[in-house]
Structures are given as structure tokens and as C-alpha cells.
């Protein structure tokens, strides 16, 4: 028997199987005919007739390159149009199968047959982008298949323009078309576009869970949290727990019934409900404890908390049993870098950029790494009008430090410096400093040294900080100051200066609760010690996707050893406050955002020997963030206290700058 016919009735077995499981009348005519035409080539191998008609027949079962194959072998058994249609087929079966290969393989060699397959509608891709080309109707179909490849491919902002141009064309764009846009469009941060068209694509597919869970993210990220909470809700509702219910041997887990519930465990993280999220995807992992997906995206919402080393650990475990997931990849270079634990996060990120480089939690982490390796710039200014007191009747202050880019990865050198003016009724205060130091930050350590120089008394100072940060909810301070910028400047008006040595533990539940206490000592070189110990409560008692609203109940304590010191030095004081911080977003689109605060404060001021009065606080800010590089703060205040005994009014304004370049 010769070999032609051999693989002949190994391919019609094989279409055979296919035929039988697609049971459709279309599908077994096609295999009939193919079975005629074979049987009639074993005994006429040269009869064209039957060379055509079993080429056409493959071309029906799905098979276009072994048809165009066959057909190559003997050139006229098919017109122009035929095979131009066989081809597109042929195309567009390699797009699929690419696919495929692109969502199971590992790094940018799981593209190549994508690639291939988009080569060959290079010339369709052109044409469709040329309002003034007619195209076939294959040539059309055609380039449907592109826009989806270019979308698996992440050639996102080629799809969108492919689609714009097939969508200005009479002819209606399919729906798997309409959705691989949508998905451009949101990768592409376009969040509005992406939902106009997955609501097209539910128009018309309705039970559409991909397009569904599309739409979610495209109204969470327009800021329409209501509206996506409610497509998560309906993608629960519509995705079936169980599948293949014929009978109880064949019911098994719905695959896609976790990730729906994922998600909708997620939705409250997008409308800044952070702790609602972490909560339910607790639950839900504890539920699934073998489901690396949903156990990885409640390590994100570990990450919102501020819990980045729990995070990592769970991220560990993920990764142990399921190397290859890309999500739990990014995540864990994120939660390394949050972290402060630079050569693992460098490492973890080489290794998640190496196999997965377009998946969005990959891309977040490499973002993140980019910035952190940028220089930073801070500034902090107040400018203040008072009625009097110890800051005088016009006073400011500005700080300003910049830091270099990361030097053998933990290491930043700075330079600083801080100017502030006060004006008395006998003469003003001043203060110029000038410094350059050196900062190591590590996974639980960080600290600080600087060398200073006073330009208006050419004096030599040195600072010091320490921290130590042994898990996700305690840090513990220390910083010691030769000459404190704290000083009051009525006390160097008089040319008296001050030691500062500082110590603060602080506990951080999460990102809604923080407790902190803290200890200061300074001697000044007049002789007096002063003592100052404070302590403060934050909890964050309401939160949504626009309006959140903090309380923090401080409470500050000082005494002071010298008696008639020419500044500003109560035997001994005491101020309880309460301060409620009201917070709008205005607007907001990914990493830029625009808000609204307003702080108020109320409390008492007890003085020794003067008694005790009211506090009252006001402050307006507004907060611009340009992007993830650049955040300006500005505001205006009055704040009203007694000293000595006489109420003193101040109203101030203040600007900070946060700046990586």
C-alpha cells in the first residue's frame, strides 16, 4: 500500500472523531464527501475531480493548510477566490492556535506562532487601514481575525486602530471583534471606550461572562463603582457552579466559578473599601486554599492594607506550587519592592519580566521599580500671620530634600536644606541650614546621617535617624539632632540653641488604624531641659470610592526646667485635640487625581499658672497628583490658642511638593 493512501485513512479516522463529536449535519456531510473522493483517489490517484473535491472537503472539516497543501501539489484545481478564502481560513486557524500557544507557554518564544500568523495578514492589515480600499468579503473576516491577534499579541495600540478603521466601514463589526477593542482600549487606560463597546458586545451576546467581567473592570476604572459592583454581581449570578450536570458522574466544578467570585470579592477594593475586600477574599481563600488565583489576588489586597511581608509570604507559597503564574509573579516583585528588599524585588521582577512582560501586575512592578530608582525631591513649606505668640507676628518655614537615585541599591545621598524667619516685636529670629548626608534603607532597617552647616552663626551640626520596622505593624524611631531646626527661633533670636533626641514607637493595624507614641528631650544651651511627650490615635471611620473621613484623638504633653527664659517655655502644658479629616475626591484617572480636604480640630490648651482655653483648628488643602512621579499639596488654616494666658490667632498657608525625575 502506498504511503498517500495510508495517510489518507489515518486523516479520515481522525476527521471521523472530530465529525462524530461536533455532530453537526454540516460537519458529517463535509466527512461523507471526503470519505467519497478519498476512496476514489486510491483507485485513480490522477482523477482531478476527486483531487478538488477532497480538497474542498478538508477546507469544510476545518483543515484549510493541509487543503492548500494538497492543492499546491497540483496547481488549476482551485480558483483565485478559492484559495484567497482557504487561505484567510488558514490565517485565522493560526491565529487561534497562537493563541493558544501564547496563553500556555512561558516568555516571548510563546509569541512566535502569533507573530507568523499576523504575518500573514500584514497585507490585509494595510488595506483594512485604507478608508479608500474595497475590501472581499474574506478580506474582512480577515482582518477580524487580526484586531483579535493583535490584542493577544499586546499590540494594543495597533488594535484600536485597526478596529476605528473596520468600524468607520458600512459593514457591523462581530462581537468577538467588538470585545478584543474593548480590551485594547482598557489596557491602553481608555476605560471609556472599552465600555461602550463590551455594553455592544452584551447587546448582543448577553450571557457573555468575558465581556462581562470586561465591563466590570472598564466602569471600576471610569470611577462608576456602582455600576461595576453591579456587573460583578450579575457575573456571579450567571456563572454556574457546577457543569456537565447530565448525571452525577459527570458533574464536575465550574473552572471559571472561582475567578467570577475573585472578582467579585474584589470590586470593594476598587471603590477604596479596602478592608471589605480583604475580608471577603479571606474568606474566600480559606473556602479554596488550592486556588492560586484567588489566593494570590488576596495577597493584593494584603498589599492595600499595608501588610506587604504577610503578602510575600502567601505570594512564596503560590509560587512553590505554581511557578508559572504570572499574577503571583508580579505581585511578589511589588510586594519585595514595598518591602525595601531590593536585590530579591530586582530578582523576582527579572524573572516575572522574563516570562510574562505584558501581564498587568507585571507591568505594575516594573513601574513601581522605575520610580523608586528616580531621584526625589521634597519640600515642605508653611508661611504663617500671627496676632502674636511664640512664632511671631509673620513667620515661614521651608524644608527642602533632595535625594539621589538609589546607590548600590540601599543606599541614597541627600542634600538639605532648611530656612525659617520669624519676626518678633524686638527684632526676628532667623535659621539657615545647609547639609549633605547619607541614607540606607533595607527590608527592616533604615537610617540616616547628615553634616550641617549653619550660614548664619558658621556652626557645624550633625543629625541621625534610625528605624526599625520588624513586620507589618510596628516601627520603632530614634533620631538625635545637635542643633534642632525644633529650636524656636524667639529662643536663637536670643542666641540660645538646642540639642533634640527623639524616640516614637508606632503601631499600624492597617491602613484605617494607627497608634503612635513618641518622646522628645532638649537641651538648650541656656540651661533648660524640656521634655515633650505626645501621643496620637488615627482611625479612619468612614471610606468609599469619593469621600473618606479620618479622626485622630491626640494628646500633648511638655515641660520645661528654666523659669524666665526669654522664649516661649511653659513650666509645664498640656493639650488634649480631636481632629476630623474630611477628604473628596474630585477627580481621578489612574495615577493622577485631584482632592479636596478639610480638617478640623477642637481641644483645650492647660498652661501652668495661666489656666486653660479652647483650641480651635481650620484647614483647606488641595492635592494635585500629576502621576505617580508628582504630588503637590497646598492649603490655607487658622489655628487659635492661648499662651500665657492671652488667645493668639494665626493664619498660615502651606504647600509640599513630592517629585521623582
Same mark, same amino acid.
Given at each position: 500500500?502506498?504511503?498517500?493512501?495510508?495517510?489518507?485513512?489515518?486523516?479520515?479516522?481522525?476527521?471521523?472523531?472530530?465529525?462524530?463529536?461536533?455532530?453537526?449535519?454540516?460537519?458529517?456531510?463535509?466527512?461523507?464527501?471526503?470519505?467519497?473522493?478519498?476512496?476514489?483517489?486510491?483507485?485513480?490517484?490522477?482523477?482531478?475531480?476527486?483531487?478538488?473535491?477532497?480538497?474542498?472537503?478538508?477546507?469544510?472539516?476545518?483543515?484549510?493548510?493541509?487543503?492548500?497543501?494538497?492543492?499546491?501539489?497540483?496547481?488549476?484545481?482551485?480558483?483565485?477566490?478559492?484559495?484567497?478564502?482557504?487561505?484567510?481560513?488558514?490565517?485565522?486557524?493560526?491565529?487561534?492556535?497562537?493563541?493558544?500557544?501564547?496563553?500556555?507557554?512561558?516568555?516571548?518564544?510563546?509569541?512566535?506562532?502569533?507573530?507568523?500568523?499576523?504575518?500573514?495578514?500584514?497585507?490585509?492589515?494595510?488595506?483594512?487601514?485604507?478608508?479608500?480600499?474595497?475590501?472581499?468579503?474574506?478580506?474582512?473576516?480577515?482582518?477580524?481575525? %487580526?484586531?483579535? *491577534?493583535?490584542?493577544?499579541?499586546? =499590540?494594543?495600540? /495597533? @488594535?484600536?486602530?485597526?478596529? !476605528?478603521? $473596520? &468600524?468607520? +466601514?458600512?459593514?457591523?463589526?462581530?462581537?468577538?471583534?467588538?470585545?478584543?477593542?474593548?480590551?485594547?482600549?482598557?489596557?491602553?487606560?481608555?476605560?471609556?471606550?472599552?465600555?461602550?463597546?463590551?455594553?455592544?458586545?452584551?447587546?448582543?451576546?448577553?450571557?457573555?461572562?468575558?465581556?462581562?467581567?470586561?465591563?466590570?473592570?472598564?466602569?471600576?476604572?471610569?470611577?462608576?463603582?456602582?455600576?461595576?459592583?453591579?456587573?460583578?454581581?450579575?457575573?456571579?449570578?450567571?456563572?454556574?457552579?457546577?457543569?456537565?450536570?447530565?448525571?452525577?458522574?459527570?458533574?464536575?466544578?465550574?473552572?471559571?466559578?472561582?475567578?467570577?467570585?475573585?472578582? %467579585?470579592?474584589? *470590586?470593594?477594593?476598587?471603590?477604596? =473599601?479596602?478592608? /471589605? @475586600?480583604?475580608?471577603?477574599? !479571606?474568606? $474566600? &481563600?480559606? +473556602?479554596?486554599?488550592?486556588?492560586?488565583?484567588?489566593?494570590?489576588?488576596?495577597?493584593?489586597?494584603?498589599?492595600?492594607?499595608?501588610?506587604?511581608?504577610?503578602?510575600?509570604?502567601?505570594?512564596?507559597?503560590?509560587?512553590?506550587?505554581?511557578?508559572?503564574?504570572?499574577?503571583?509573579?508580579?505581585?511578589?516583585?511589588?510586594?519585595?519592592?514595598?518591602?525595601?528588599?531590593?536585590?530579591?524585588?530586582?530578582?523576582?521582577?527579572?524573572?516575572?519580566?522574563?516570562?510574562?512582560?505584558?501581564?498587568?501586575?507585571?507591568?505594575?512592578?516594573?513601574?513601581?521599580?522605575?520610580?523608586?530608582?528616580?531621584?526625589?525631591?521634597?519640600?515642605?513649606?508653611?508661611?504663617?500671620?500671627?496676632?502674636?505668640?511664640?512664632?511671631?507676628?509673620?513667620?515661614?518655614?521651608?524644608?527642602?530634600? $533632595?535625594?539621589?537615585?538609589?546607590?548600590?541599591?540601599?543606599?541614597?545621598?541627600?542634600?538639605?536644606?532648611?530656612?525659617?524667619?520669624?519676626?518678633?516685636?524686638?527684632?526676628?529670629?532667623?535659621?539657615?541650614?545647609?547639609?549633605?548626608?547619607?541614607?540606607?534603607?533595607?527590608?527592616?532597617?533604615?537610617?540616616?546621617?547628615?553634616?550641617?552647616?549653619?550660614?548664619?552663626?558658621?556652626?557645624?551640626?550633625?543629625?541621625?535617624?534610625?528605624?526599625?520596622?520588624?513586620?507589618?505593624?510596628?516601627?520603632?524611631?530614634?533620631?538625635?539632632?545637635?542643633?534642632?531646626?525644633?529650636?524656636?527661633?524667639?529662643?536663637?533670636?536670643?542666641?540660645?540653641?538646642?540639642?533634640?533626641?527623639?524616640?516614637?514607637?508606632?503601631?499600624?493595624?492597617?491602613?484605617?488604624?494607627?497608634?503612635?507614641?513618641?518622646?522628645?528631650?532638649?537641651?538648650?544651651?541656656?540651661?533648660?531641659?524640656?521634655?515633650?511627650?505626645?501621643?496620637?490615635?488615627?482611625?479612619?471611620?468612614?471610606?468609599?470610592?469619593?469621600?473618606?473621613?479620618?479622626?485622630?484623638?491626640?494628646?500633648?504633653?511638655?515641660?520645661?526646667?528654666?523659669?524666665?527664659?526669654?522664649?516661649?517655655?511653659?513650666?509645664?502644658?498640656?493639650?488634649?485635640?480631636?481632629?476630623?479629616?474630611?477628604?473628596?475626591?474630585?477627580?481621578?484617572?489612574?495615577?493622577?487625581?485631584?482632592?479636596?480636604?478639610?480638617?478640623?480640630?477642637?481641644?483645650?490648651?492647660?498652661?501652668?499658672?495661666?489656666?486653660?482655653?479652647?483650641?480651635?483648628?481650620?484647614?483647606?488643602?488641595?492635592?494635585?497628583?500629576?502621576?505617580?512621579?508628582?504630588?503637590?499639596?497646598?492649603?490655607?488654616?487658622?489655628?487659635?490658642?492661648?499662651?500665657?494666658?492671652?488667645?493668639?490667632?494665626?493664619?498660615?498657608?502651606?504647600?509640599?511638593?513630592?517629585?521623582?525625575?
Amino acid at each position: 500500500m502506498s504511503v498517500v493512501p495510508l495517510l489518507g485513512r489515518l486523516l479520515l479516522a481522525l476527521l471521523a472523531v472530530v465529525a462524530l463529536g461536533a455532530g453537526a449535519a454540516g460537519v458529517g456531510e463535509a466527512f461523507e464527501d471526503l470519505a467519497r473522493w478519498q476512496a476514489v483517489l486510491e483507485r485513480e490517484p490522477g482523477n482531478r475531480d476527486a483531487q478538488r473535491g477532497r480538497v474542498l472537503a478538508l477546507a469544510r472539516l476545518g483543515a484549510p493548510q493541509l487543503a492548500l497543501e494538497l492543492a499546491d501539489r497540483s496547481p488549476g484545481l482551485l480558483s483565485a477566490q478559492e484559495r484567497e478564502a482557504m487561505a484567510a481560513d488558514r490565517t485565522a486557524h493560526r491565529i487561534r492556535w497562537g493563541t493558544i500557544a501564547a496563553d500556555t507557554g512561558r516568555g516571548p518564544e510563546r509569541f512566535a506562532a502569533l507573530d507568523r500568523a499576523l504575518a500573514e495578514s500584514d497585507a490585509v492589515g494595510l488595506r483594512a487601514l485604507d478608508p479608500a480600499a474595497t475590501l472581499s468579503r474574506v478580506e474582512r473576516q480577515l482582518a477580524f481575525d %487580526r484586531l483579535v *491577534a493583535l490584542r493577544d499579541r499586546f =499590540r494594543m495600540r /495597533e @488594535a484600536v486602530d485597526l478596529h !476605528r478603521a $473596520l &468600524a468607520a +466601514r458600512p459593514d457591523p463589526v462581530p462581537p468577538y471583534a467588538l470585545s478584543a477593542a474593548a480590551s485594547a482600549h482598557l489596557t491602553l487606560e481608555q476605560p471609556e471606550a472599552a465600555r461602550d463597546l463590551y455594553r455592544r458586545v452584551l447587546d448582543a451576546e448577553p450571557e457573555n461572562l468575558d465581556a462581562r467581567l470586561g465591563l466590570f473592570y472598564a466602569l471600576a476604572e471610569s470611577e462608576e463603582h456602582d455600576a461595576a459592583l453591579a456587573q460583578a454581581r450579575h457575573a456571579v449570578s450567571i456563572t454556574p457552579k457546577w457543569i456537565g450536570a447530565w448525571s452525577p458522574e459527570t458533574t464536575h466544578g465550574n473552572p471559571r466559578y472561582p475567578g467570577v467570585l475573585s472578582v %467579585r470579592a474584589m *470590586a470593594p477594593l476598587q471603590a477604596n =473599601r479596602v478592608g /471589605e @475586600a480583604e475580608a471577603r477574599l !479571606r474568606v $474566600l &481563600a480559606s +473556602r479554596m486554599p488550592f486556588n492560586a488565583n484567588v489566593r494570590t489576588d488576596h495577597a493584593s489586597t494584603m498589599r492595600a492594607r499595608g501588610w506587604p511581608r504577610a503578602a510575600e509570604t502567601e505570594l512564596r507559597w503560590i509560587l512553590a506550587v505554581d511557578p508559572d503564574n504570572s499574577g503571583a509573579l508580579g505581585e511578589r516583585a511589588g510586594a519585595l519592592l514595598e518591602m525595601r528588599d531590593w536585590r530579591q524585588a530586582q530578582s523576582a521582577l527579572a524573572t516575572a519580566q522574563s516570562a510574562y512582560f505584558e501581564q498587568g501586575r507585571v507591568r505594575r512592578a516594573a513601574r513601581l521599580a522605575e520610580v523608586h530608582r528616580m531621584r526625589e525631591l521634597i519640600v515642605e513649606g508653611d508661611f504663617g500671620r500671627s496676632s502674636g505668640g511664640p512664632s511671631g507676628t509673620r513667620d515661614h518655614v521651608i524644608d527642602a530634600k $533632595l535625594y539621589s537615585e538609589p546607590l548600590a541599591m540601599d543606599y541614597r545621598l541627600f542634600l538639605h536644606a532648611h530656612t525659617a524667619r520669624a519676626r518678633f516685636f524686638d527684632g526676628t529670629g532667623r535659621r539657615d541650614r545647609v547639609g549633605v548626608g547619607l541614607e540606607y534603607r533595607s527590608t527592616r532597617f533604615s537610617a540616616s546621617g547628615e553634616l550641617a552647616h549653619e550660614l548664619d552663626q558658621s556652626d557645624t551640626s550633625a543629625a541621625a535617624a534610625f528605624a526599625f520596622t520588624p513586620d507589618d505593624h510596628w516601627t520603632f524611631r530614634a533620631a538625635l539632632d545637635s542643633a534642632a531646626n525644633e529650636t524656636p527661633l524667639q529662643a536663637r533670636r536670643a542666641g540660645v540653641d538646642a540639642w533634640r533626641a527623639f524616640a516614637q514607637i508606632e503601631w499600624r493595624a492597617h491602613e484605617s488604624r494607627t497608634l503612635a507614641l513618641s518622646f522628645a528631650h532638649m537641651p538648650f544651651s541656656d540651661g533648660n531641659r524640656r521634655d515633650i511627650v505626645e501621643a496620637r490615635w488615627t482611625e479612619r471611620v468612614i471610606v468609599g470610592p469619593v469621600y473618606k473621613l479620618e479622626i485622630t484623638a491626640a494628646l500633648y504633653a511638655s515641660r520645661n526646667s528654666l523659669a524666665g527664659a526669654p522664649y516661649f517655655n511653659p513650666s509645664r502644658d498640656l493639650s488634649p485635640t480631636l481632629e476630623f479629616a474630611n477628604e473628596w475626591l474630585h477627580w481621578r484617572r489612574y495615577t493622577r487625581s485631584f482632592k479636596h480636604r478639610l480638617v478640623v480640630s477642637i481641644g483645650s490648651y492647660a498652661q501652668q499658672g495661666f489656666g486653660s482655653g479652647p483650641v480651635r483648628g481650620l484647614r483647606y488643602e488641595q492635592e494635585w497628583a500629576a502621576n505617580d512621579q508628582l504630588r503637590v499639596r497646598y492649603g490655607i488654616g487658622r489655628h487659635v490658642q492661648p499662651y500665657d494666658g492671652v488667645r493668639s490667632a494665626r493664619d498660615y498657608a502651606q504647600v509640599s511638593l513630592n517629585w521623582r525625575f
